[in-house]
C-alpha cells in the first residue's frame, strides 16, 4: 500500500447526498481485471453520455477541476454495494482523499485498505468547504492526516479524528494482512478457546 | 454500555473479539465466510503473497452474480470475462479445499439464500461476505456483515478482521400488518422514516411482536434491507422461531451437540435492561404495501400515494434531489402510484426469492394471465428452492400465467449475468436498490414486495394487492 502523503491538490465539490457506489463504478466494469485500471470507469454514465463523449455539465470534466485529488462530498457519500471497485475507480483516476459529514460503512473500511484517506467533517464544516470549492473553482485544499487537519482554500483549519491504528497504517502505508498475521499466536489461541466452548462451530 | 444489560450485539462482539486495542479497533474473529464468483481478486491477493485459506472449514462458495438463469450450462455464458468469473470460484475453492455449491449441485444459489438454507449460519455466529447483502444472516441471530475484497482476502488468510464496534440500534414494531402487507412493506417502510443514511455506523436489532410473528424468510427480507438504511448489520434475537428452522438442517449441530448449541442461542437475546445507542418505534396496523418512486430505497410510498410533488419541498437540496429522481424515472409529481404502468416484473433475488415469497406471488399470479404488454420473470433463490416450488405447483401457476421460470442467481437485481432491464423500461422489482442504472443502463426501478410484483404482473401496473387478493 502506497504511504499516505500531505497533500495540497484541487478539490472537487459533489454535493449530492447518497452517491451509491453504483454511480462511483457501474456493475458492468467490476469484471475487468484490477491491473487494466479501473480510473476510465468512475462515474462512468454520469461522466459520459451514450456515445462515450464527455457531458460538459458533469463537475469532473470541467477544466478548473482537472488533476482534482481531493472529492468533497455529501452525507452517506458510498453507500450501497460492496464493490471495492469504486476505491480502485477514485484512485486510478486520481483521487486520494474524500471530506464528507459521512459514508456508506463498507466503503469507508474499503478506502482504508487502499490508501485513500476518507475524512468525516461535521455537516456545516463539510458543506461550507463544498461551496467554496464550488465558488472558486480549482481552488486547492491541504490534507494533512499526520496533524489530522484540512486547511480550506480560505485558510480555515478544520480537525478531524481517525482511529489511531489506521492512521498509522496510512501513513506509513502499512498492509494490515501483514500486521494481523503477526497476531498468529492470539487467533491459535482464540481457536482453541473456542474450540472447547462451541464444538459445533 | 451499561454493565447492568448487555444487547445481542455486545453477546455476539464479545465472543469473537480476539485482541482490543485502545483506539477503538478489534480483531474480530469470523465464524463463517461466504465466497462467490466476485472474490476473484481476493483469491488473486493470496496468490501473490503465497498464501493459504486458513479455515476452509469455515468457508462456503457458490457463483451466484455471474450465473445466466436461462440454463445450468456455462457456455451460456456470452462473455469470457464473466464466464472467468464464475469458474473462478469453482477453481479456488478446489485449489484450497473450500465446499463449493457449483452450477451443477441443487445447492447452487444466492450466498445470503443458501446460507440459511443449509443451516450454514446460525445464531451467535460472525457471518462475512464479500456482498452488501450479507446483513441477510442476521436474521439468524448471527452479527453478519458485508466486506470489501481486501477484507475477503483478510478473512481468507487469516479468519479474522480489524473493525470498530458498531453502534446498537434498536428498532421496534409492534401490531399485525393488515394482509397483504408483508415483510418487504415492513422494511421499505422502516427506511422510508429513518432514511438512506439513518443507520450509519449502526448494528439494528429488530425487535417488537411484528418481528416475532415473522417467519424466518420474512426475517431475512426485513435483515437484509438494514444496508439501504446505512447499517452494515441488522440482526432478529433467536427465539423458537429460529430454533424450529434450523433443527435438521444439513449444517445445523446434531444430537448432544445440537442441545448445547440451542442451550447458548437461549442466552443471547439482549438482556432487558440492556441500552441501545438509539430507539425507533412503528407501528405496523397503519402499515400499507409500498412502491418506491425515486432512486433511492428511501423514496416509498404507500400505494394508496402519489408521486411526491418537489415544489412542495422546503430543503432545497432534497428537492433538487427529488426533481432530478423523477426526471430519471420518468414520474410527474401528483400522479396516483396505483395505475403507474410497468413494462417488466422481477421476481428475485437475496431480499425476496425464498420459497414464502414464491407462495406469496403465485397466489396472485394463479389463475391469472400476465398483462400483454409487461415481461415477468420469477428467478429462485437457489436450486432448492426452485425444486419445492416446483414440488408444490408453483411453476405451473406462472408459466400458466405468462411469467418465465428461471434457475437460481442474482440476475436481473444487478443485472451482471446479462438480465438487464432496457433503457427507459419501468420495473416493478423485488429486489433490493433502485439505484440509477442498477438493472440496467436507463432502467427505471420500482421496488415492491413478490405479491406487489404479481399484481403489476397481471394488472400491468403498480395495483394494491389487496384488492386482487380479497377477490
Aim: charged share 25%; with cysteine.
Amino acid at each position: 500500500m502506497e504511504p499516505f502523503a500531505r497533500l495540497d491538490a484541487v478539490a472537487v465539490p459533489m454535493a449530492t447526498a447518497n452517491v451509491d457506489t453504483d454511480q462511483i463504478i457501474p456493475a458492468r466494469f467490476l469484471r475487468k481485471p484490477r491491473k487494466a485500471g479501473y480510473g476510465q470507469y468512475l462515474f462512468h454514465d454520469l461522466r459520459f453520455d451514450d456515445a462515450g463523449n464527455e457531458r460538459p455539465d458533469f463537475v469532473l470534466n470541467q477544466a478548473s477541476y482537472r488533476g482534482a485529488r481531493v472529492l468533497i462530498a455529501d452525507r452517506n457519500f458510498g453507500c450501497g454495494s460492496s464493490r471495492e471497485h469504486a476505491v480502485y475507480a477514485l484512485w486510478d483516476y486520481g483521487f486520494r482523499a474524500a471530506i464528507a459529514p459521512s459514508y456508506g460503512d463498507i466503503f469507508y473500511g474499503n478506502c482504508l485498505k487502499n490508501g485513500f484517506l476518507p475524512i468525516v467533517l461535521p455537516v456545516d464544516d463539510a458543506a461550507a468547504l463544498c461551496d467554496q470549492v464550488r465558488q472558486r473553482p480549482g481552488a486547492r485544499v491541504v490534507v494533512d492526516l499526520e496533524l489530522q487537519q484540512v486547511i480550506a482554500p480560505d485558510d480555515r483549519l478544520l480537525g478531524f479524528a481517525i482511529d489511531g491504528f489506521r492512521k498509522h497504517c496510512l501513513l506509513a502505508g502499512i498492509d494490515e494482512l501483514d500486521f494481523t498475521l503477526r497476531h498468529r499466536a492470539d487467533i491459535e489461541s482464540f481457536e482453541r478457546d473456542q474450540g472447547n466452548a462451541t464444538p459445533w462451530l | 454500555m451499561s454493565a447492568a444489560g448487555r444487547t445481542l450485539l455486545d453477546k455476539i462482539w464479545d465472543r469473537h473479539a480476539i485482541v482490543q486495542r485502545d483506539d477503538g479497533q478489534t480483531l474480530l474473529y469470523v465464524d463463517r465466510h461466504f465466497i462467490h464468483d466476485g472474490s476473484r481478486r481476493a483469491f488473486e491477493v493470496l496468490g501473490e503473497r503465497g498464501l493459504r485459506v486458513r479455515r476452509p472449514d469455515r468457508t462456503f462458495g457458490t457463483p451466484d452474480h455471474y450465473v445466466p438463469t436461462s440454463s445450468r450450462d456455462m457456455a451460456a455464458i456470452d462473455d469470457p470475462d464473466a464466464r472467468l468469473m464464475v469458474e473462478s470460484v469453482t477453481k479456488n475453492a478446489a485449489a484450497h479445499g473450500v465446499t463449493v455449491f457449483g452450477l451443477d449441485d441443487p445447492r447452487q444459489g444466492i450466498a445470503h439464500v443458501i446460507g440459511p438454507e443449509q443451516g450454514l449460519s446460525q445464531p451467535g455466529m460472525t457471518v462475512v461476505c464479500g456482498d452488501s447483502h450479507t446483513s441477510t444472516h442476521g436474521a439468524l441471530g448471527a452479527l453478519a456483515f458485508g466486506i470489501g475484497a481486501t477484507e475477503v482476502s483478510h478473512v481468507l488468510a487469516t479468519q479474522t478482521l480489524w473493525q470498530r464496534k458498531p453502534k446498537a440500534k434498536r428498532i421496534t414494531i409492534e401490531g399485525t400488518p393488515a394482509p397483504g402487507v408483508t415483510a418487504k412493506d415492513v422494511i421499505l417502510t422502516v427506511i422510508a422514516k429513518i432514511g438512506a443514511d439513518g443507520a450509519v455506523g449502526h448494528a439494528i436489532e429488530y425487535a417488537g411482536g411484528t418481528i416475532r410473528a415473522l417467519s424466518i424468510e420474512g426475517r431475512l427480507t426485513v435483515c437484509n434491507m438494514s444496508i439501504e438504511a446505512g447499517a452494515r448489520a441488522g440482526m432478529v434475537a433467536p427465539d423458537d422461531t429460529t430454533i424450529a428452522y434450523l433443527e435438521g438442517r444439513p449444517y445445523a449441530p446434531k444430537g448432544a451437540r445440537w442441545e448445547q448449541a440451542v442451550a447458548l442461542w437461549r442466552s443471547l437475546p439482549s438482556d432487558a435492561e440492556a441500552r441501545f445507542d438509539s430507539e425507533v418505534s412503528l407501528d405496523a396496523t397503519s402499515m400499507a404495501p409500498m412502491v418506491t418512486w425515486g432512486t433511492s430505497p428511501q423514496d416509498g410510498a404507500a400505494i394508496t400515494g402519489r408521486v411526491p410533488d418537489p415544489s412542495g419541498i422546503g430543503d432545497l437540496a432534497r428537492r433538487a434531489a427529488v426533481s432530478k429522481a423523477l426526471d430519471y424515472m420518468g414520474l410527474t409529481p401528483g400522479t396516483a402510484l396505483s395505475g403507474i404502468p410497468v413494462d417488466r416484473v422481477f421476481i428475485g433475488s437475496c431480499t425476496n426469492s425464498r420459497i414464502e415469497d414464491l407462495r406469496m406471488a403465485a397466489r396472485v399470479a394463479d389463475g391469472r394471465k400476465v398483462a400483454a404488454t409487461v415481461r415477468a420473470m420469477v428467478v429462485p433463490g437457489s436450486g432448492l428452492v426452485k425444486r419445492q416450488a416446483e414440488a408444490e405447483g408453483l411453476d405451473r401457476i406462472f408459466e400458466a400465467a405468462g411469467f418465465e421460470w428461471r434457475e437460481a442467481g442474482c440476475s436481473m437485481c444487478v443485472g451482471m449475468n446479462g438480465d438487464l432491464v432496457a433503457p427507459g423500461e419501468r420495473c416493478a422489482s423485488t429486489s433490493n436498490r433502485n439505484f440509477v442504472g442498477r438493472q440496467g443502463k436507463g432502467a427505471r426501478t420500482h421496488l415492491v414486495s413478490p405479491a406487489m410484483a404479481a399484481a403489476a404482473a397481471v394488472t400491468g401496473a403498480f395495483t394494491d394487492v389487496r384488492a386482487l387478493l380479497n377477490g
